[in-house]
Structures are given as structure tokens and as C-alpha cells.
């Protein structure tokens, strides 16, 4: 079993949909994050929380520490949302900044 | 523009040859990061290095060599030891090596050895 899990690998949606993507882990952490990596391979980092919630946009991030889950909702999604979006968490704080990834969710949104 | 920059993007080799990958950030970050990602899983971590003329293995750090001689660059060298070289490679920074900033990608280097 993965130390980080992500569901669903893969994700369709219409445009205008609400999407939610869960990450569950079964380590300690320090901090959690969620990446977005678009086809041409480039990620870029979308938050790092651990605890409660952020929002950015039409991102928001959730995490509940003690169920040791966390999810991403986007809302009114859009076309240019597809990417797939990738969970790390960082260890305890004697690991220093060591990020474990889920595999990713592969999200495409249509128009 | 602040940011982190690898090059080449594509990046082709003879098996049994070296090859290195370069890595350079201005963000004035002191922790830098190599990850390889292959399809279907998730990215696995090289080497790090946490300050100037310092590092330490990864995961997966086999068939792998890297330096940290500025603060500003973080090379890899993929040695003819790498069994399955082929995959993406991603370069990373963050402020500090403490766990409590985030980390910054490059845009990665895609090594194809035939």
C-alpha cells in the first residue's frame, strides 16, 4: 500500500462542474500538498496546508488531520483545469522538507 | 523573473554514455531537489540538497551522482549505471530544508537513452 493514495486516478468532467479530488495518507506529516502538472510536464505548486482549509480562486484545499485525508475542489470548472493534480505530503518535521507524491489524478474537463 | 530553469527539455543519449542534466534557480533558495517521474507513478526523489556543498540520497539514488558547489545550481549526472535512465526529470527548490515552504518546479528534462 501507497504511503500517499490519491482517487480517482482519472477524472471527466463537464465544464461548469463541481470536482472533488481526495487524497488519503498513512504517515505522521508535516504539511500536505497539492500540485497541478500540465501536459507539458511543468508543475506548479497550488497550496501546502496542514490544517483546516485554503482557498485560491476556484481552488479550494481542505485537510482533516486527524482522518488523515485531504481533498481538492474546483469549482465551475473549466477546460483549461485539465491537468492532472498531484498530492505530497511532507514528513515529520525530523525528515525535514522529504515529500512523498501520489500517482495523480488525471483530470479533463470538456467543454 | 525569479524561477527555476533546466535545460535541455529533451535530451537524447547512447546507452553506456553520462549524461548531465542541468538544474540553475534564482529564487536565492537554499534547498534544491532532483525527482524522476515515470508514467504511472508517482514522482521519486534522487538526491536533495539542503545547503552549499552538501546533499543526500534519495530513494532511489542509484546510478546517480550530483553537486552542490553553488547555491544557485544543483547538477545531475545520469551514469552509465542507471539501469532504466529513460524518464522525466524535475528539479525542485524550496527556502529552506526544514519542511515548511513550498517547493518550486522546474519545467523538467525528458532523457530518452536508446
Known amino acids: 500500500k501507497n504511503e500517499v493514495e490519491q482517487s480517482p486516478q482519472n477524472l471527466t468532467a463537464q465544464e461548469g462542474e463541481f470536482i472533488t479530488i481526495n487524497c488519503s495518507y498513512s504517515v505522521g506529516i508535516s504539511a500536505l500538498h497539492w500540485l497541478q502538472q500540465h501536459p507539458g510536464g511543468g508543475i506548479v505548486s497550488l497550496f501546502m496546508l496542514s490544517s483546516g482549509k485554503k482557498k485560491h480562486g476556484r481552488l479550494i484545499a481542505t485537510i482533516n488531520i486527524q482522518e488523515k485525508h485531504s481533498s481538492l475542489h474546483i469549482t465551475a470548472s473549466h477546460p483549461r483545469d485539465s491537468a492532472v493534480y498531484i498530492c505530497a505530503v511532507g514528513g515529520l518535521r525530523t525528515s525535514g522538507s522529504r515529500l512523498t507524491f501520489g500517482e495523480g489524478t488525471q483530470l479533463t474537463v470538456n467543454p | 523573473d525569479g524561477g527555476i530553469t533546466q535545460s535541455p527539455k529533451y535530451l537524447f543519449r547512447k546507452e553506456g554514455q553520462n549524461v548531465t542534466l542541468s538544474c540553475e534557480q534564482n529564487l536565492n533558495h537554499d534547498a534544491m531537489y532532483w525527482y524522476r517521474q515515470d508514467p504511472g507513478q508517482g514522482l521519486r526523489l534522487i538526491y536533495y540538497?539542503?545547503?552549499?556543498?552538501?546533499?543526500q540520497k534519495g530513494d532511489i539514488a542509484e546510478g546517480y551522482s550530483v553537486s552542490r558547489e553553488k547555491k544557485e545550481s544543483f547538477p545531475l549526472t545520469v551514469t552509465s549505471a542507471q539501469k532504466n535512465p529513460t524518464a522525466f526529470y524535475l528539479c525542485?527548490?524550496?527556502?529552506?530544508?526544514?519542511?515548511?515552504?513550498?517547493?518550486?518546479f522546474g519545467p523538467g528534462t525528458r532523457l530518452t537513452v536508446t
Open positions: 540538497s539542503q545547503i552549499v556543498n552538501d546533499f
Open positions: 525542485a527548490s524550496s527556502f529552506d530544508g526544514t519542511g515548511g515552504y513550498e517547493q518550486y
